[in-house]
Nanobody, 114 residues
Framework: QVQLVESGGGLVQPGGSLRLSCASSTSIFSFSAMGWYRQAPGKQRELVAKIFGGGSTNYADSVKGRFTISRDNAKNTIYLQMNSLKPEDTAVYYC????????WGQGTPVTVSS
């Protein structure tokens, strides 16, 4: 069973930055894709950014130009660099791995507030 552990969330002021990390217990080469999703209170979980095995990426329109997804294959870890954060980015951020099964992390909360 794949274990995904997110870290890096917290409280940040509008305009600030955070970097989220998601460490996998297995090689990320085994996944066709990995991604970051978020769920704000009272809302459905939504895709934020995704990185595919070949390295291509896609982003939600709301975060394009502000967020960057990347990976470190040697560390079996993906990252989400979040810049120019807005209050509407406040949510619990989840890591997901698409392999033989879909696996989710436990989530890390991000709060953007002054």
């Amino acid at each position: 069973q794949v274990q995904l552990v997110e870290s890096g969330g917290g409280l940040v002021q509008p305009g600030g930055s955070l970097r989220l990390s998601c460490a996998s217990s297995t090689s990320i080469f085994s996944f066709s894709a990995m991604g970051w999703y978020r769920q704000a209170p009272g809302k459905q979980r939504e895709l934020v950014a995704k990185i595919f095995g070949g390295g291509s990426t896609n982003y939600a329109d709301s975060v394009k130009g502000r967020f960057t997804i990347s990976r470190d294959n040697a560390k079996n870890t993906i990252y989400l660099q979040m810049n120019s954060l807005k209050p509407e980015d406040t949510a619990v951020y989840y890591c997901r791995a698409d392999g033989r099964f879909v696996s989710w992390g436990q989530g890390t909360p991000v709060t953007v507030s002054s």
